[in-house]
C-alpha cells in the first residue's frame, strides 16, 4: 500500500475543532438564561448602581474582547469558554441598544430596523465568503469571526426589537413574552413538521430568543407598578447567573452537547459538501484561513 499523500492530510498541530456547541434543549436553556442576564445586568450595572450606560458598555466590551482572545485561541469547543462570551456579548448587545435609545435620543422605531439592516449584512457577508451559515462549520478562525459578529446583531436587534413591542408599543412585558415564545413555537413547529430549512430556522428562532429572555427579565425585574414582579435586577440577576453556572458545570462534565464523531475534511471539498442540518458532526480543518 503506497504510503499517503502529505498534501491530503491536515497539519494536526494546527487542528480546529468545532467551536460551537450542538443545538440541544441544554443550548436553548442556556440561550434563554442569557439574554435574560444580559437584560437585567446591563440594567443593574448602568442604573441600579448608577454606573451609567456609556461606561458599563466600555467597560463589559473590553471585559468582551478579553473573553473572545481565549474562545478564539481555543482549538475546540469549551463550555466555559463559550457561554462567558455569549453572556458577555448579551450584555454588550443590550447595552448598544440602550445607549443608543436612552443617551443619543435613537427612537426605538429607528434602532429596529437598522440592527435588522445590520443582521441582514452579516448574514450575506458570511454567506457570501463562506458559502453556508451553518453552525456546525465553525472550524475556522474566519468562520468564527462571522459567528460572533452575527451573534451580536442578533442581541442588539432583539433589545430593540423586544422593547419596541413591551414599551414604545406598550404591549407590556407578559404579552411580549407571549408573542415571542409564539414565534419560537412556530419556527419550531415548521421545522419538524414542515420540514424547513433547518440553518434558516435556526437563526430565527436564535433571534426570538433575545427578546423573549428580555421581557423574561424585564417581567421578573420590574417593580408592580410597572408590570413587573418587583424581584429586582440584583436578584433576577443572581438567579439566572447561578442557573447558567450549573447548567454549564454540567455540559463541562457530561460533554453531552460537543460533536461526537470528528470527520476529516477531504482535500478539494467545497463548503457545500458540508450538511446543512442539525444532525450531530464534527468537521476537522486547518486553522489557518
Avoid at 29 to 41: D, H, N, R, S, Y
Avoid at 88 to 111: E, H, Q, R
Avoid at 125 to 143: G, M
Wanted: charged residues 10%; glycine residues 8%.
Amino acid at each position: 500500500m503506497p504510503p499517503p499523500n502529505p498534501q491530503m492530510q491536515p497539519r494536526t498541530s494546527h487542528l480546529m475543532l468545532n467551536k460551537v456547541p450542538e443545538v440541544t434543549i441544554y443550548f436553548w436553556i442556556i440561550k434563554i438564561l442569557a439574554t435574560t442576564v444580559g437584560e437585567t445586568a446591563a440594567d443593574l450595572l448602568g442604573t441600579t448602581l448608577h454606573l451609567g450606560e456609556a461606561w458599563v458598555a466600555v467597560i463589559m466590551a473590553v471585559v468582551l474582547v478579553v473573553a473572545l482572545f481565549y474562545q478564539f485561541r481555543s482549538r475546540q469547543y469549551v463550555p466555559g469558554y463559550y457561554w462567558v462570551a455569549v453572556v458577555l456579548i448579551s450584555i454588550v448587545g443590550t447595552l448598544l441598544s440602550d445607549n443608543l435609545v436612552d443617551n443619543l435620543g435613537v427612537p426605538l422605531t429607528v434602532t429596529t430596523p437598522v440592527f435588522s439592516a445590520a443582521l441582514a449584512v452579516a448574514f450575506i457577508t458570511w454567506y457570501a465568503s463562506e458559502k453556508s451559515l451553518s453552525i456546525h462549520t465553525i472550524f475556522t478562525t474566519r468562520r468564527e469571526g462571522f459567528y460572533w459578529l452575527t451573534v451580536l446583531a442578533t442581541f442588539a436587534l432583539g433589545t430593540s426589537g423586544g422593547d419596541f413591542l413591551s414599551e414604545a408599543l406598550r404591549w407590556g412585558y407578559f404579552n411580549s413574552l407571549l408573542i415571542f415564545a409564539g414565534g419560537i413555537l412556530a419556527v419550531t413547529a415548521a421545522y419538524f413538521l414542515l420540514r424547513l430549512n433547518a440553518v434558516a430556522c435556526f437563526w430565527i428562532a436564535y433571534v426570538l430568543t433575545r427578546p423573549l429572555g428580555a421581557s423574561l427579565g424585564d417581567l421578573m425585574s420590574q417593580p408592580r407598578s410597572l408590570g413587573g414582579f418587583g424581584l429586582g435586577t440584583i436578584c433576577t440577576s443572581v438567579v439566572f447567573l447561578l442557573a447558567i453556572l450549573a447548567f454549564v458545570a454540567y455540559l463541562a462534565k457530561t460533554k453531552v452537547d460537543v460533536t461526537p464523531t470528528p470527520v476529516s475534511r477531504t482535500a478539494g471539498a467545497q463548503p457545500n459538501d458540508w450538511r446543512e442540518g442539525t444532525d450531530p458532526q464534527v468537521a476537522v480543518q486547518p486553522v489557518d484561513d
